[in-house]
């Protein structure tokens, strides 16, 4: 019989990993729908924007008062959690406070009080967010798209913090054995009194009930990110490593057109000459993308690692004026396209079965890509190094190279380009009349 709760602990813990590892599945064949692309250049570069901007929160602390509450929030929920190994082991075994048992005393008092502090740093913190999110009401955070479940993820998230944190110190103040330490309880002692009228077994109970509460919520929580925003704590470090490492100003060429256009200019090219063995039969590439499949991976890890903080949404020139276009959104919806493909895929068993749907039309409208000025804001404000631009160009060579579709102004620059060389209506005699009057 007194095997039987570490037995319990084991179904649990298995179950809560299982169940996770199950749905990381899920994500890793939902970005691999992405097409291929190669980030294997630069690696030591890569491993310091890794190192800088998602273990250093570099980019974060660009705006001090929100960056420097995540980072504390950051630090201590992660450190915090050093402890969910004791309590895995103690779970297992049988055994308590396992942690007291093989290090020195005064290491782990040292570990369990600097828990204890972040454990509160951490409460202040969430609290800070709740009431910027919910009372002062932030601009970025009240945005159309911010509507419904982004709202109440944001919202969630933080009270899946507070209820944890709380137990942690409620289990800290209400084991006797650790009390008696005297040792590491700098916030606990403090709590303790509270229930200083209780019976000894009373005290087990609440220690027990906090314990055992604390272990699953945490599990719980892991199982929680997959369907939430707060995914980026894991995506943000792959994601910062496989980020976009050419200037921002930068913008890939399209190889088919490269090769059009040099074929265009060689003198001793022959245009009708018969293609090469073996290719007359490969499908033509598709120019840009209309649909989640037509999307790099990398876009798609983006989509799923975007916090949906609305840095890229307020520093964006065109949504600031009133347009149409916000890259949070962006991001958004390529993310909830993609999770509806992927439930397509698992409905369908293993297959995707076209819907009749697209991200182009029934996600992104036209307006929001023809919105973009392509100024990189966006990219710039990120603190995961988030691209929304790419996806905004891949769909509209799409729109311009596939359907024909670029509004009258672009199509009328570039028939002007065509003809005459530049962006304006004139013929290159007639470009200096404008000096004469």
């Known amino acids: 019989m007194e095997y039987i709760p570490n037995i319990i602990f084991a179904i649990?813990?298995?179950?809560?990993?299982?169940?996770?590892?199950?749905?990381?599945?899920?994500?890793?064949?939902?970005?691999?729908?992405?097409?291929?692309?190669?980030?294997?250049?630069?690696?030591p570069q890569r491993w310091k924007n890794m190192a800088?901007?998602?273990?250093?929160?570099?980019?974060?602390v660009k705006r001090p008062i929100s960056g420097f509450l995540h980072v504390i929030v950051?630090?201590?929920?992660?450190?915090?959690?050093?402890?969910?190994?004791?309590?895995?082991?103690?779970?297992?075994?049988?055994?308590?406070?396992i942690g007291h048992?093989?290090?020195?005393?005064?290491?782990?008092?040292?570990?369990?009080?600097?828990?204890?502090?972040?454990?509160?740093?951490?409460?202040v913190a969430v609290i800070i967010f709740w009431t910027r999110r919910n009372v002062i009401k932030l601009k970025r955070f009240m945005k159309s798209e911010m509507k419904g479940w982004p709202k109440s993820d944001g919202n969630i998230i933080l009270y899946f913090e507070v209820v944890l944190m709380c137990l942690f110190l409620v289990m800290n103040a209400t084991d006797?054995?650790?009390?008696?330490?005297?040792?590491?309880n700098v916030i606990s002692q403090f709590i303790a009194p509270l229930f200083s009228g209780l019976s000894e077994a009373a005290l087990h109970t609440i220690e027990r009930a906090a314990w055992w509460i604390h272990i699953v919520g945490i599990l719980v929580f892991l199982n929680y990110l997959y369907f939430s925003k707060h995914l980026h704590i894991l995506l943000a470090f792959p994601n910062t490593y496989y980020g976009k490492l050419t200037p921002k100003g930068q913008f890939k060429n399209n190889a088919t057109v490269t090769k059009e256009v040099k074929l265009m200019m060689d003198p001793n090219a022959d245009p009708f000459a018969a293609p090469a063995e073996g290719t007359e039969a490969a499908m033509p590439e598709k120019f840009g993308a209309s649909d989640v499949q037509d999307l790099s991976w990398v876009n798609l890890l983006n989509a799923y690692t975007c916090t949906e903080c609305g840095r890229c949404t307020s520093e964006c020139p065109a949504n600031l004026t009133g347009?149409?276009?916000?890259?949070?959104?962006?991001?958004?919806?390529?993310?909830?396209?993609?999770?509806?493909?992927?439930?397509?895929?698992?409905?369908?068993?293993?297959?995707?079965?076209?819907?009749?749907?697209?991200?182009?039309?029934?996600?992104?409208?036209?307006?929001e890509l023809w919105a973009c000025t392509s100024c990189n804001a966006c990219v710039e404000a990120c603190p995961v190094s988030i691209d929304p631009l790419n996806i905004i160009?891949?769909?509209?060579?799409?729109?311009?190279?596939?359907?024909?579709?670029?509004?009258?102004?672009?199509?009328?620059?570039?028939?002007?380009?065509?003809?005459?060389?530049?962006p304006w209506p004139y013929n290159q005699m007639d470009r200096l009349n404008w000096k004469d009057e």
């Open 52 to 60: 800088y901007i998602a273990l250093g929160q570099s980019k974060m």
């Open 393 to 422: 160009m891949e769909m509209r060579q799409y729109l311009v190279m596939e359907q024909s579709a670029a509004p009258m102004e672009l199509n009328n620059m570039m028939t002007n380009i065509e003809n005459n060389g530049a």
């Open 101 to 123: 048992s093989v290090l020195p005393e005064a290491l782990y008092g040292f570990l369990i009080g600097s828990f204890e502090i972040l454990a509160v740093l951490v409460l």
């Open 323 to 367: 347009k149409k276009l916000s890259p949070r959104k962006i991001m958004m919806d390529t993310r909830d396209r993609l999770e509806e493909v992927g439930k397509n895929i698992d409905a369908n068993k293993g297959t995707f079965v076209d819907d009749g749907k697209q991200l182009l039309g029934d996600y992104i409208t036209t307006e």
């Open 12 to 43: 649990i813990l298995f179950a809560g990993i299982g169940y996770f590892a199950n749905n990381v599945k899920k994500l890793v064949r939902n970005i691999k729908l992405g097409k291929d692309v190669d980030v294997s250049d630069n690696k």
């Open 74 to 97: 950051y630090v201590g929920f992660v450190i915090i959690n050093i402890e969910v190994l004791e309590i895995i082991i103690d779970g297992l075994f049988g055994t308590h406070r």
């Open 176 to 184: 006797t054995v650790f009390q008696d330490y005297n040792s590491g």
